[in-house]
C-alpha cells in the first residue's frame, strides 16, 4: 500500500497540521465527509464517482483498485467534499450537528422553523461547521460589529446615509416582517424608489447597517430573521455613528 503523503508530497506528520480525529470533529468536519474523502485516498470507485456513502464504499471496495503509489491529504478537496456534505444534509439533522458549533448563542430567541431558516440562508459558502458561529453571528444580540473597512468604504460613501434616512422614514414603519417573502417584496419596492441610486448601493447600505457586512445571508431572509425592532435599532445605531463620524 502506498503511503499518506503530505501537498509536497513528503510523509504526513504533525507539523502539516492536526493529525488526530478529535481536531477533525472540532473544526466542524462531518463523519461521512472524512470517512469519504479517507477511503479515496489511493483507491478509487469504478465509476470515478467521489461522493459515496458508507454503504457504497463497501459495495464497491476492491483491493485491486487500491492503488501502490504515494496519496496526497489534500486539505482543500477535504473542504470542498465536506461543504458538499453541508449543502445536501437535510436541514432539520444539519441545524442538530450543528448545535455543538452554536453554544454561544441565545439560540432561544428563534424557534425550530427560524433557525433552520437561518443555516439554509448561510451554509452555501460553508466548507466545515466550525465556521458557523462567524457566519451566524449578526443573527445575534441587539446591536451589530460594523468591519472598520465596511464602515469606511460603505457606511461613509455619500449615498449610503441618504439611504438609510430614506430606509428609517419610508422603509420600516410599512414594511410586513411576515415573511423572507413579503420583506423581499418590500425591499424591492424601496430599491426602486431609490433611483437613480443603484440598487448595489441601495443594498449595501442597508445590510452594512444591519449585518455589519457587504456579504452574507440573503438580505431579505437576513432583515426577516433579525426582525422589525433590531433592523430599526441597527439602522438609528448606523446613523449615529455616521454622524460621530465614527465605527463603534
Known sequence: LGMILAPDRSKLSKRHGATAVSQFVDDGYLPEALVNFLALLGWSSPDNREILAME???????????????????RDKLDWMNGHYIRHMPTAELLERSMPYLGSFNLAHYDQAKLETMLDAVKEPLTKLGELPDGVRYFF???????????R????????RQV?????????PGADF???ETVQAAVKNFA????PLKTKAVMWAVRAATTGR???ADLSVSLYLIGKERVAKRVEDALARLKAGSVG
Open 56 to 74: 457504497e464504499l463497501i459495495g464497491l471496495f476492491a483491493l485491486e483498485r487500491v492503488a501502490h503509489g504515494g496519496a496526497v491529504f489534500d
Open 192 to 195: 426602486n424608489a431609490q433611483k
Open 164 to 172: 438609510l434616512e430614506a430606509f428609517q422614514r419610508d422603509f420600516l
Open 214 to 216: 457587504v456579504h452574507g
Open 178 to 180: 411576515a415573511s423572507p
Open 141 to 151: 444580540g441587539e446591536g451589530v460589529e460594523v468591519d472598520a473597512e465596511v464602515f
Open 153 to 160: 468604504d460603505v457606511l461613509q460613501a455619500p449615498e449610503s
